[in-house]
């Protein structure tokens, strides 16, 4: 009987023996595969910082690249702007100085407009500022008119609209000759050329 309790214990430390072996293998095993999933999961993590930082990177570049556009279209708009302003300055010194023009050289201008503008037969309409002058204008833009066949012109109402010159009026059309209409054309003929003289 103590043979068989000797064999029965031998055989339970064996077991035994056998057990914790294969509880230390698993263990092994389970210990290799957490420091690989830990081993792996740390290079995710360090691959997801890098990235974070190129695209927090890309990002604070793309936002400066934006700033720095957005900047550059402002500067260009205000030195617009203030170019703007200083043609507009200069065309209206120009209208103030064509409005303060008086006596042969203003009728000189108007004669030359009327002869410029004019297909004969339409009525004149004077700005308030050359009804005066105006007759005596008219009376030596109709001879020459007359002179290549064309018909006179005939003196209409002041209009109040204009600071000079004059509207020509006829059954299908209305022709703006006033000071302004005038500047507008030159401005519109003229604008690029006086800008670059003016700023290179």
């Not at 230390?24 to 997801?48: D, T």
């Not at 064509?98 to 203003?106: K, N, S």
């Not at 299908?172 to 030159?186: I, N, P, Q, T, W």
Request: with cysteine.
């Amino acid at each position: 009987m103590a043979n068989g309790i000797n064999n029965a214990d031998k055989l339970l430390a064996r077991i035994l023996d056998d057990a914790r072996g294969e509880a230390a293998k698993i263990e092994a095993q389970a210990c290799a595969q957490a420091e690989e999933i830990r081993a792996r999961a740390e290079q995710e993590a360090a691959a997801l910082a890098a990235e974070t930082e190129a695209r927090a990177k890309a990002a604070h570049a793309e936002a400066i690249e934006h700033a720095e556009t957005a900047a550059q279209l402002e500067a260009r708009k205000q030195a617009l702007a203030a170019r703007r302003a200083v043609l507009d300055e200069a065309f209206e010194a120009a209208l103030k100085e064509l409005c303060t023009m008086q006596g042969e050289a203003r009728a000189a201008l108007l004669f030359s407009l009327i002869a410029e503008e004019a297909d004969g037969g339409e009525t004149l309409c004077p700005a308030k500022a050359d009804e005066a002058c105006m007759a005596e204008v008219l009376q030596k833009a109709n001879a020459k008119l007359a002179e290549t066949g064309r018909a006179a012109l005939t003196l209409g109402a002041v209009d109040a609209s204009i600071k000079g010159g004059f509207t020509l009026v006829s059954r299908g059309y209305e022709k703006d000759c006033s000071f302004e209409a005038m500047l507008r054309d030159a401005r519109d003929r003229l604008e690029g050329g006086v800008a670059k003289r003016l700023f290179g």
